[in-house]
């Protein structure tokens, strides 16, 4: 009988116990699971989010770059205000030469969305075609290049983790088309020697299709040199000038 | 000298390196790396895929369902012609009591991506109120469900890997607007004895919002008991028919 | 030629640029690395840590119990002096009823070694059979239990994540001899508002045989009902009194 | 009623279900679990290992190497006898020029134990001392090498993955002195176009100290030039010949 049920958990009143044919009357979970209500889990409750629409971000999200307004971003040069070309259509467009941007606040974990566009008049090639870049923690790039038929190193296309890991694959649209990254990112994590312990990873889904999933990110992107990895906590989302006539707009991240 | 490079794999003519101030002249990248060429990957070359625009899906999809065409699929029940509903709009509508259906095809990691839309005139709550799901590989069921202002236990809210994980927030639609899932998924590894080494893990985007982020998956998505892991291959994608008239369109997958 | 180098980050006299078969002096990181030292990190240098050998642990372990000190531990009680039994031979048994025993410090990522022995005497079956069970940060049991011929729930053997993770294989050694457990743990990370964003994992080796491989902890260990997940920071390591007389030895802990 | 449980389940009499007070004999499983053995998973059953003792290795352990016993391994440059030293203590040491050696069997995910020993007699000095390496799946280094107070490149130290992941610490023991690397390795798995879908994953243990925590393995180890990743099924174990004396002794291997 103990395998049937436990009678200190259980205080059965003993007449009912002594009865024919109680066990019988006993659900199944004695012993199995019989009932779906065991598995039920009802808290937490998931906070509702209304999602975005067109244009429109997520109802939790920070929008960090619409309409021409430059309030979350500042200068890397002077922590100035934005110089980047405002655009009629709400986009910005890089200045070359008046250097990257960063958002005032910083990130960890996050959802990012950001739609970028290489230039309609094709110039360049290679690296030098429609180049700029998106830093998560300031540190990390998710390469911005345009790559439509125009080859560069595979670890340095549109899509890379910038000459860390390639993409799945080429999904970039024709210059002058917009085009949009939906990146998930969770921070890496350092011990108190300042060693990481867990890598940051992160998924990228360039255009609706995956090319980067899941992927361990290895230290920070060098142009020049290997990875590096020095503790940090939260920091900002970067936008490179690299010179090209690169766009951006609908720019919003969600804090995980 | 020994540090800065190594006779045996550098042979440079001996009047060279004889010659004073030599070593001004070989790049850094003896020591260390200077030329940022050295880090460049070219190959593989990442094949192009041409990103889907609107209804139209990446050109490396496989179109499962789009204008009421049932040739991928077969119903659960007899393994003959799927009897759901054909709308004029292109999507399909759950036939209650004509069962589940599947793919012909099997599949293993995969990026899924699936439109749905819960019944617009509301009827029943909780569970019971339009209710369905998507099975990867047969077994592992991301919920659909109306969430829209109806609480029901959180591990099986839309968007929850059904009674296992919660979603991160309820991104949920309401009733009758279309909604879709973005989903990437790797499957499970299991050794030869048919135990479990590396399980499934799946992200899920619903409506553009995080839900599901490599989410680790426990087993198959039982209703009633705990999740279960046995042994198995590439496996169909399965639609419910959980007896409500959810409906589908727009599904398309690519491997991965 | 500007495949083979840039003249801006290379400034090589115009003289020697000019001269027949210059590039084959060059070496080969141009273009590709071919210099073994291009690709070694010297930075940082990992710190010296003397091995353990025998019962001594490894230089930069803390001891937690050795030699019949309790010193670093405490009664969960009562949060007063540890009751359980003092052992000649340096070990400590379970004193039925004297309730759990803590660590005073708290704790995140690290790295275990503790040793156990279940009872020589065998004394009940299944659960009832030298049961006790070792906490990570107070809340995620492995399981301690005599299952030297003794079958249990798999969920609940030796080895496992109690509740939650079955060990790949039964590595018990026989009632009265001294077993270890080696475990390499990282803490969960959880968000702001409390949400699990990166689950704790677990890597368990009993008596040298892997039994859980960094597998994810999916909460707390529950007896009774499904694991749950509430934000927390470090906390103590955990031994349990089920009233049986499981011995302890050797228990030592490096923060990763 | 309707939350309490459901009818179509739980064929209740239905004088007992009209009777006043029933629900207080309803265990309260139905709304969420009380009994204990509703989490209780029973299947499969880990099977039984016998755990290694001394010199023993694990019942389920392949022994690739214990008393001088190549009856497992085979040259690589002439798949003939291996001709390293047979030590009379039950070891071998690398034949300076004989070449690398690899098992006859190939293996994918597994747990190996491998004990080496620097040479008694120090000379030379970085990567020059007591130099020697173990391969997974016959590309993936894991770093031999006496760092015993002698400095070289962090990610080129013994316990590195190598030239990719330095280790967490230096855990070497000095020259002359028996050493252990425990390894738990899963491989990598790609798609049908040979892209790396989930890469493979170490942890590994040196002489009781975690030196790899589930480090992700980035491709070939390659002593010129970056990581490489093409698509391979299973493959043997290599140790190497780098013109040092270093010795090994009981090796044993699980598949995992």
Same mark, same amino acid.
């Given at each position: ?28 979970? +004695? ?8 598995? #039920?889990?009802? #808290? ?29 971003? /500042? ?9 980047? +070309? ?15 941007? @960063? !958002? ?7 959802? *990012?969305?950001? #739609? ?27 390469? @911005?290049?345009?790559? +439509? ?5 595979? =670890? ?8 860390? %890991? ?14 949009? +990254? ?20 992160? !998924? ?8 980067? *999933? =899941? ?13 590096? =990895? ?9 936008? /490179? ?5 690169? %766009?951006?707009? =609908? ?6």
């Amino acid at each position: 009988m103990k395998h049937l049920f436990n009678f200190h958990s259980f205080p059965f009143p003993a007449f009912l116990l002594s009865a024919t044919g109680i066990f019988a009357l006993l659900p199944s979970c +004695y012993g199995q699971i019989t009932d779906p209500k065991a598995t #039920e889990v009802w #808290e937490p409750e998931p906070r509702v989010v209304t999602p975005g629409q067109g244009t429109k971000p997520p109802s939790d999200a920070i929008i960090l770059f619409q309409g021409m307004n430059f309030s979350e971003w /500042q200068s890397v040069k002077d922590s100035g205000d934005v110089k980047w +070309y405002r655009n009629s259509d709400s986009s910005t467009t890089v200045l070359p030469g008046a250097g990257d941007i @960063v !958002t005032k606040r910083a990130f960890g974990d996050c959802q *990012l969305h950001i #739609e970028f566009r290489t230039p309609p008049v094709v110039k360049g090639e290679g690296q030098g075609r429609g180049n700029s870049g998106i830093f998560l923690q300031d540190r990390y790039e998710v390469q @911005v290049l345009d790559n +439509y038929q125009n080859r560069t190193y595979s =670890n340095g296309q549109a899509g890379s983790i910038y000459k860390q %890991s390639i993409p799945l694959v080429n999904a970039c649209r024709k210059p002058g088309e917009w085009q949009s +990254y939906d990146i998930l990112y969770t921070a890496p994590r350092f011990n108190a020697d300042g060693v990481l312990i867990t890598p940051a990873h992160i !998924t990228v889904i360039q255009n609706g299709i995956v090319v980067q *999933l =899941n992927t361990e990110i290895k230290g920070t992107t060098e142009y020049i040199g290997l990875p590096k =990895n020095k503790s940090h906590g939260k920091a900002p989302i970067r936008l /490179q000038d690299h010179g090209d006539l690169v %766009s951006y707009r =609908n720019i919003w991240i969600r804090e995980l």
